[in-house]
């Protein structure tokens, strides 16, 4: 699980604790999540200290070129940004890992992330919801030239595959189905936000149910495909229509 951009808990102390929840969720792998541009503002230490605070057991750097962009507060100041990248997977103890937000990291990029010291990359392609369009909604005028920016999450798994790296797959993932398919693309796992938060809103046992569904759904496009676990799926020849 990831928690949203902790940038809130450095400005505004008093509600770091809303982040906190290894009360309830004491075995889940944790991350902490700043923003790629909050790495010119904040000192490493400040950004490092966040792990601490929510006991998480990595860290995401998220990489929103895009929203940013587009957003009219946004931040358009990245000059320094890949250096500040490399010196907090350099200073951490725990792995830092990097992610999109829905427009995709290509694979010539992921390379230069993983040169900086990045642990895992989170493609997180286009497919799903789109930040650049939210901005949109919000009222940005600039968003809806670029309505369909980025780079879908398969094409991103692709280029990904000789990295020799954790690939996580996310943007557009909705099924167990589209997770196994994303495995035999190249990735590590898979990861979706929006179905469990829709099930959540209902209750924690229609989460549950979902994850249930979506564990019967892996299982079943195994066995469909014929591989009696996952390292046969990530062997699994695949068909790509142009």
């Known amino acids: ?13 008093e509600v770091a604790s809303t982040y906190q929840v290894r009360d309830v969720a004491p075995d889940i792998f944790l991350m902490g999540n700043i923003g790629a541009a909050q790495l010119l503002k904040y000192s490493t230490e400040q950004v490092l200290s966040l792990i601490d605070l929510i006991e998480a057991d990595a860290l995401a750097v998220h990489i929103n070129p895009g929203q940013e962009i587009v ?5 358009r100041e990245w000059k320094g940004i890949y250096e500040k990248i490399r010196q907090l997977c ?5 792995p830092i890992i990097a992610k999109e ?9 992921a390379l230069k992330l993983k040169e900086a010291g990045i642990a895992a990359v989170d493609v997180a392609g286009a497919g799903g919801t789109s930040w650049i369009k939210v901005e949109g909604y919000r009222g940005s005028k600039l968003a809806k030239s670029f309505w369909e920016w980025g780079k879908p999450t398969a094409e991103c798994l692709i280029e990904a595959q ?4 954790p690939i996580l797959a996310s943007g557009g993932i909705r099924t167990g189905e589209e997770i196994v398919k994303a495995i ?3 990735a590590t796992m898979g990861g979706f936000a929006r179905p469990m938060l829709r099930a ?18 892996i299982k079943a496009t195994m ?12 062997k699994a020849k695949y068909n790509i229509k142009e």
Not at 71 to 75: I, T
């Open 90 to 94: 350099k200073q951490s103890k725990k």
């Open 223 to 234: 066995f469909l495909i014929g591989c009696k676990n996952l390292e046969e799926v990530k």
């Open 71 to 75: 957003q009219p507060e946004g931040d």
């Open 184 to 186: 035999a693309l190249g």
């Open 1 to 13: 699980m990831g928690v949203g951009s902790m940038r809130a808990a450095i400005e505004r102390p």
């Open 101 to 109: 937000v829905g427009c995709g990291i290509p694979g010539h990029v």
């Open 162 to 165: 000789r990295l020799n790296l």
């Open 200 to 217: 959540a809103v209902t209750s924690w046992e229609t989460a549950y149910d979902l994850l249930e569904k979506v564990k019967q759904e």
